[in-house]
């Protein structure tokens, strides 16, 4: 639920909007969606044998101070608590608000900013009335995208839209606008990592995290691509370009106004699942770097339901700033684009993870060395066209880099040694 959750959310649903553009073939769109899984899927084979190996919870910080350095954890937990997680709550909660708006009539920043405060209040009072609120919610969106999978071949007629391949979709998949799409597809698929960050918490992890990591993602696959072939079936490409609420597009299109606007509530709703499991997740990472620096110890204070308050209340703060000054598609390139960098670095540490501990018990990654080869050469790829084509999002993202390497360098100095277990 946590993997499912943590992908399925704003990514799906505003996507396409990016896509039918410079990719105007239903079978070149599909082909973007599948790719993205196959690499979703290579970074979750490469997680699952690193997170076993380790037995610690912390995601890509702990990995990459354990594998290379501290500092390199230290950054890419500075980049997951600013970018990763305030940054994707905040894109969740402006998609939320776009959704909603239509359905309330009130602002998208103020629903967005109500939604962020909501959801971390929820998670203030532990983690068993958060995972009730989580199960509820996911629950909801999975019947929500069930029931969108199957109305559209129901209600409409004729579709102008060819999901059969067609003469030019090989120069569209070999174009730079098929990798300058991928990044928002990469960032529909962010989460598939999620278990990572609570393997330390799991029973069995050698047996349950990467049956989670990796039948989590591949579920959200086989969902990606219903769901956007539905899309494409429901509505014109014309219709759906440059549009941020997809669903209430398609919702518009099939049933009519007034159904329309009740399915823009439920959509807004249901996307809560997504802001609420990325709350789960992100004030762990920060824990994690408190119990490793002095400086930072602050953030593992617990409240009485055990749970890390100013994590969460930092994170909540951080999201709300991000709300208030960032437009929805600056956000979704600068996530994407920072922590496929992590991501990439980590997988490349499987390499050298089998030098420092060749006789480990660990799950293995299938098809080895090809499956981390796989994501990584995917990521380099999307990586050098979008900053061809924007290099000013990979400024930003270095940027973000420079507080955070001065914090580091401020808390290894206050810490006496470095982080005792790391």
Known sequence: MLVIANMIG?????????????????????????????????????YAEIATTLKRSGG?????????HPAL?????????????????????????????????????????????F????????????????????????????????????????????FYPQEGDLDLILSAGFATSLVFVVYAYTGWNASA???????????????????????????????NAMFMYSAPFAE???????????????FGEKAGVVFAGVFSVALLSTLSAMTIAGPRVTEAMGEDYKLLKVFTK?????????????????????????????????ISLSLSIFSML???????????????????VPLYPVTPLVFVGCTLWMIYYVTVENPKILTYSLATLLPGFVLYLLANRYNRKHPSDL
């Open 346 to 364: 980590t997988v490349i540490g499987i390499f050298w993870l089998r030098k420092q501990h060749p006789h480990s018990d660990s799950y293995k």
């Open 197 to 227: 960050y609570i393997a330390g918490n799991l029973e069995n992890p050698k047996r349950n995290l990467p049956l989670s990591l990796v039948s989590g993602t591949g579920i959200v696959v086989l969902i990606y691509l219903l769901l």
């Open 119 to 162: 959801v971390s209040a929820i998670h203030w009072f532990g983690v068993k009335t958060g995972g009730i609120a989580q199960t509820i919610l996911t629950t909801l969106k999975l019947s929500l995208i069930a029931f969108f999978c199957i109305a559209p071949f129901l209600v409409v007629k004729d579709s102008a839209v060819n």
């Open 302 to 334: 617990k409240n009485k339901f055990e749970m890390p308050y100013l994590a969460i209340l930092a994170q909540g703060a951080w999201a709300i700033f991000l709300v208030a000054v960032s437009s929805f598609k600056e956000i979704i390139q600068y």
């Open 240 to 254: 759906l370009a440059g549009q941020n609420d997809i669903g209430n597009v398609v919702a518009y299109k099939l």
């Open 73 to 117: 954890g230290f950054l890419s937990g500075w980049m997951s608590a600013v970018v990763g997680f305030a940054g994707a709550i905040s894109a969740v909660a402006i998609a939320i608000g776009a959704y909603a708006t239509e359905a309330l009539g009130i602002s998208t920043k103020l629903i967005a900013v109500a939604a962020i405060v």
């Open 60 to 68: 890509e910080y702990l990995y990459l101070a354990r594998i290379f």
């Open 10 to 46: 704003t990514g799906v649903f505003t996507s396409l909007g990016y896509q039918v553009g410079p990719l105007p073939s239903g079978f070149v769109i599909l082909m973007l969606w599948l790719v993205g899984g196959v690499v979703a899927l290579s970074g979750a084979f490469t």
